[in-house]
């Protein structure tokens, strides 16, 4: 491992995280945000990321002892560069454990000393000297159990008691546990360009070790690896794509053949494109479409380096498609922004501004996706609608919803089938989830066309 200094290693976690919180990014973007700039060895970015990933997925337990050693007001009263120190401060105190806490201390006062002021300085060394002998168990010290496991696992108060009621206290508990423990690293093969004997050889010449998956022919799970799979020089040249087991089943229950008209709606960065593409053999159209004119850019991108050619792509807001795409595609693939509740192992930055309101602003939107995407799918056609969510709202109650309402669409079982059934009697539909399947929280639904 890179020798990085501590000064600088919170230097680079207080600037990633105030980034992310206060554009409200994913991770990855404010890495590349503080990155992009400098040439920096791409161990010191694991070790920064690991950093990062330590302290969201127990932000809530670092803030609340922050709360309880403040006299008045809440961590949420600072600049984001200011209530960043101290997380990562305490994080290193009371739960990473790795450096003496008067050496934490230090180390943060200076560092606000440089990125804010001295009175930052001073109120971060006034602070810091009590939570050197605060008891973090005094967090838990609270009367409501759901208040108390989501301060223990730093998910969303809204969250815990949603699953707590859907899946049962025991369940939701596992789920929380899971969802606090690094994610698998997923690997899907692009048979466009080799296949899984050839790739399985390449990787490990490459010092990465890959398990086959049992229920997918195209997906591998990363065992161990010398370097991030996104450094190998197999991934550049596109023999593989880096796509969670759930997401790589959605493709797999659209089922598309070659030749055929597909329209993969909400698609950049592409990663169900060239799946879809992989699995017609290159022969057709993808129709792929997106609002954003950044994420297209992405898309053609990963289009390019994984060798598919048969993709159009569209910059539209998906609600317009039946205005502006006047044709009868063979099959649909609808994934549509969500409130990302299925993400919380993957991105528990999204803990930090998930609400329970966004979920009925997403499922208003996705209604008005779905609704408009349904008008081009043809007589016998194919619509898969999936999200990474893990609400009612968002998943079940609007395909009972959507067919009722349309009164031209059947549900038929979403093979291959491999999660747990729907809720809401929606059986047919799948859901797979990470404590019981190591993938992202994920709802896949596949609908006929029946005139």
């Keep these: 491992m890179v020798n990085l200094k501590l000064p600088k290693r919170y230097e680079y976690v207080v600037s990633v995280l105030s980034r992310v919180e206060r554009r409200r990014i994913p991770l990855k973007s404010g890495l590349e945000d503080i990155f992009s700039g400098e040439s920096v060895d791409w161990r010191v970015r694991s070790a920064v990321t690991a950093h990062v990933l330590g302290i969201l997925r127990n932000y809530r337990l670092i803030d609340q002892a922050i709360n309880l050693t403040l006299k008045k007001g809440s961590v949420h009263m600072f600049k984001p560069e200011l209530r960043n120190i101290l997380r990562v401060a305490v994080y290193d105190i009371h739960i990473r454990r790795a450096v003496p806490a008067r050496t934490v201390t230090m180390v943060a006062v200076n560092l606000a000393k440089k990125m804010l002021d001295d009175n930052a300085a001073r109120l971060v060394n006034a602070l810091l000297r009590q939570i050197e002998d605060f008891k973090i168990e005094k967090v838990l010290e609270r009367e409501d159990k759901a208040e108390v496991l989501a301060l223990k696992y730093s998910h969303p108060t809204w969250f ?10 025991e369940e939701a508990i596992k789920l929380f546990e899971v969802n606090n423990s690094p994610a698998p690293v997923w690997l899907r093969v692009n048979t466009l360009k080799t296949d899984k004997e050839k790739i399985i050889k390449t990787l490990e010449r490459e010092g990465t070790k890959v398990a086959l998956d049992a229920d997918l ?21 596109g023999l593989f794509y880096i796509q969670d087991k759930a997401s790589v089943l959605a493709g797999h229950v659209l089922d598309p053949k070659p030749g055929e008209l597909i329209v993969d709606v909400c698609a950049a960065p592409g990663g169900k494109t060239s799946h879809i593409a992989q699995l017609m053999e290159n022969e057709g159209k993808i129709i792929a479409i997106d609002i954003s004119r950044l994420r297209i850019k ?82 016998n056609g194919i619509l898969v609608y999936s999200t990474c969510s893990m609400t009612l709202e968002e998943n079940e109650y609007l395909i009972k919803r959507f067919i009722e309402d349309t009164n031209s669409f059947k549900i038929v079982k979403a093979e291959p089938f491999i999660g747990r059934p729907g809720f809401n009697d929606l059986t047919d539909a799948q859901r797979l989830f990470p404590h019981l399947h190591d993938t992202e929280g994920f709802f896949i639904a596949k609908l006929v066309k029946t005139r």
């Design 160 to 169: 815990v008691r949603y699953m707590i009621e859907l899946l049962g206290e």
């Design 217 to 237: 022919p195209d997906v591998f799970r990363v065992i161990e690896s010398r370097k991030p799979p996104i450094r190998l020089s197999s991934f550049s040249r």
């Design 298 to 379: 992405a898309l053609k991108n990963n289009m390019k380096r994984l060798g598919v050619k048969i993709v159009e792509t569209k910059i539209m807001d998906a609600r317009d498609i039946p205005r502006k795409l006047k044709i009868e595609a063979d099959r649909v693939l609808v994934d549509p922004a969500c409130s990302s509740t299925g993400n919380l192992r993957s991105r528990p930055e999204v803990r930090l501004w998930v609400k329970k309101k966004d979920v009925k602003r997403f499922a208003k939107l996705q209604w008005e996706i779905l609704k408009a995407a349904a008008e081009i799918v043809k007589e």
